[in-house]
């Protein structure tokens, strides 16, 4: 399965490392790593149980099988596995993230967990373990490791909950970070699979990366869909139709009412005609069409007619006489000499 990946074979070569180790101890350890016909790797707990010892007396005989099969005869003459699993390690940057290598280097799940006993097998590859930040990565390098980790932090401090960016120009925010880190003219690809190292950045359905926890990549309900929709159309659209293309777009169902509801109650959209709505982001501003004029001619000062008109259009979606009726509230607007219009 893996002979396009490697010039070896990973279950052949984990069984020629287990074959010294008594019964028990190679028991344990293809439980554990999942290296038999089932392939779920067993906790320490659930191998305890089998055997009637603690959790922590499994972990003592899985770390003494690891040890006996890096002392015995037979891991040296399989060096060369190892060179080429670093060689292959190396042409991903020098540091993976555990889950993707693997599924590129293996086309099942047995054939994973025996690479992944490789990697543990050997010295020349150190386990990072996930944490807040991280996922699970592995890495030859700790010192290139490390260097990376801090350029995935400060471009995550870069951005905030509203961002979304495409793909290539994260990637390009990410070169600037690294760009004191390595020279390798290769550094734009390893890039590519560095983003993927971080839980604090991650991709949403529409290929935009942004923060994980913001609602924009982390969609939970109608309205974080319905904001990608209208962004990605990039202009007002009727809860209808955005309705329609939540469930087009994401396979996800969307009554057009409940759309309506979710939408007039969120910041981020604006009911901008009847049943159209926009983005604030886009410039549109919340509130009645009067409290658009107001909001206008508080800015600009007293504004003709047919200029508070055309303001207002770029605001609301609604028939012209509609501004002028708004325009005759003697509560809110007054009318000068010359026809102007300024707030009360």
């Known amino acids: 399965m893996t002979k396009d990946f490697f010039n070896f074979k990973p279950k052949e070569v984990t069984k020629h490392l287990l074959n010294p180790l008594s019964t028990r101890i190679k028991e344990i350890l293809i439980r554990r790593y999942g290296l038999g016909a089932d392939i779920k790797r067993s906790t320490l707990e659930s191998i305890g149980s089998s055997y009637k010892i603690t959790r922590e007396r499994v972990r003592q005989i899985e770390n003494f099988g690891l040890t006996a099969i890096r002392k015995a005869k037979t891991y040296d003459p399989l ?79 870069n951005l905030n909950d509203n961002d979304l960016v495409s793909e290539s120009e994260l990637i390009a925010r990410f070169l600037l970070e690294l760009k004191d880190i390595s020279k390798d003219p290769k550094v734009a690809t390893f890039a590519a699979k560095w983003l993927k190292l971080s839980k604090q950045i991650s991709e949403n359905p ?56 979710e939408l007039i109650k969120d910041q981020r959209f604006v009911l901008v005609g009847r049943g159209l709505y926009a983005l604030v982001e886009w410039g549109y501003s919340r509130g009645t069409v009067a409290e658009v004029i107001k909001s206008i001619l508080s800015k600009t000062g007293s504004l003709a007619k047919n200029d508070i008109i055309a303001k207002v259009l770029k605001e609301r979606h609604v028939k012209e006489n509609t501004i002028l009726v708004n325009l005759q509230n003697s509560k809110l607007f007054k009318k000068d000499k010359q026809g102007n219009y300024s707030n009360i």
């Open 206 to 261: 529409l290929g935009e990366w942004g923060l994980t926890k913001s609602p924009n990549v982390k969609m939970r309900g109608i309205r974080d869909y319905a904001y990608l929709v209208l962004r990605q159309n990039g202009s007002p659209m009727h809860f209808s139709e955005v309705a329609k293309a939540i469930g087009k777009r994401f396979g996800r169902k969307a009554h057009p009412a409940t759309c309506h509801n």
């Open 79 to 157: 060096d060369p596995v190892f060179v080429e699993l670093k060689e292959k390690i190396e042409a991903y940057g020098g540091i993976v993230h555990e889950e993707g290598f693997l599924a590129d280097m293996a086309r099942d799940a047995s054939t994973k967990n025996h690479l992944h006993f490789l990697l543990v097998i050997s010295d020349a590859f150190f386990k990072i373990k996930e944490d807040d930040e991280f996922h699970h990565r592995w890495t030859t390098d700790k010192a290139l490791a490390e260097k990376v980790h801090e350029s995935l932090r400060h471009l995550c401090s």
